[in-house]
């Protein structure tokens, strides 16, 4: 199975490396992407995780071959259907320049058969509002890509101040030392961490009540680097631009075709080379647009589930809201990325 966009702890997500590992192979998903929000530090500990395995248990040789998977699916048990020649892939399991990295479960997965790439999710904005754009396959030494990570980690603490200081004075909420602590230990701090602290004060009901009616109130403030500066790092690294959830998120207010095809025109101008047209959240009817307006544009077709761990109820491997499967040839980008 497939899945191009899942969070770790390293950002939003609820799992670390090594619990998501885990919970990969209970879902059966041998090709994916760690996708955090606005750091890579998730995507290269899952690369140096299956490196240090790979070299431990395997011939270095036998899994740097390609491989032929004919018809891996997401989002469903049928049997797969696939052509070969869009099929083809190897393992992107090298060694990375990263230090540690969870440990493998014994039986977790047969790494001759795991398609890992590293990914990143940057929260942006255009003239024409908010985006989220994907990452795949950077070189994560690449200096205009850290620098595009730098300014948006800068914003996002940015951002997290001027939200502790709305909640003081909105409702008189003052976190306490330990808890800064731990907040501004977070490698991509944003509203769910603050939710987390919130909830086990007895403040809302739950995560999305206090994000909606407790914490997004703070002031307006510039907390997203710009589209282009993020899609120029992601080139730059070597990587392919995806715009994600392009309807719009979990929770976010859906686009009207209008409002889509200005930023899709905007976002092509800026160098996007791809749409994520399968999304856990969208029905067959907004697949099959995102779909047609990929290849209209000459466009990759990706797909991911925005998987979160217990932070969402979205399953991994979703990659649509009505049950059926996705066939590796459907999801065109995994042509360029193996």
Known sequence: MIDLHMHTSASDGSDSVGELLTNLQKASIDTFAVTDHDTIDGAVEMETALAKEASANFPVDSIAKARTASGTVSGGTAEARGSADAAVGRSDIRPDSGSGGAAIPQSAMNLHDIRYVKGVEFSCLTPLGKCHLLGYRYDAGDPELLAALKEGADLRRAKLEDRLVYLQKTYQVTFTEEELAWLHSQKSPGKPHIADLL????????????????????????????????????????????????????????????????????????????????????????????????????????????????????????????????????????????
């Open 199 to 338: 909830l086990k004060r007895g403040i809302g009901e739950n995560r999305n009540d206090v994000i909606q009616n407790y914490i997004r109130g703070t002031k307006k403030s510039a907390d997203r680097i710009s589209a282009q500066t993020a899609i120029s790092g992601i080139l730059h690294a070597g990587g392919i631009p995806v715009w994600a959830h392009p309807l719009g998120g979990e929770g976010e207010k859906l686009l009207s075709e209008a409002q889509f095809e200005s930023q899709l025109l905007y976002l092509i101008g800026c160098g996007i080379k791809g749409l994520e047209c399968h999304y856990s959240r969208y029905n067959e009817e907004q697949v099959t647009f995102l779909r047609a307006q990929a290849q209209k544009h000459g466009l990759l077709i990706s797909g991911g589930s925005d998987y979160h761990g217990s932070r969402k109820t979205i399953a991994l491997g979703t990659l649509n809201a009505y049950g059926a499967p996705v066939y590796e040839e459907q999801l065109t980008i995994l042509r360029q990325l193996w």
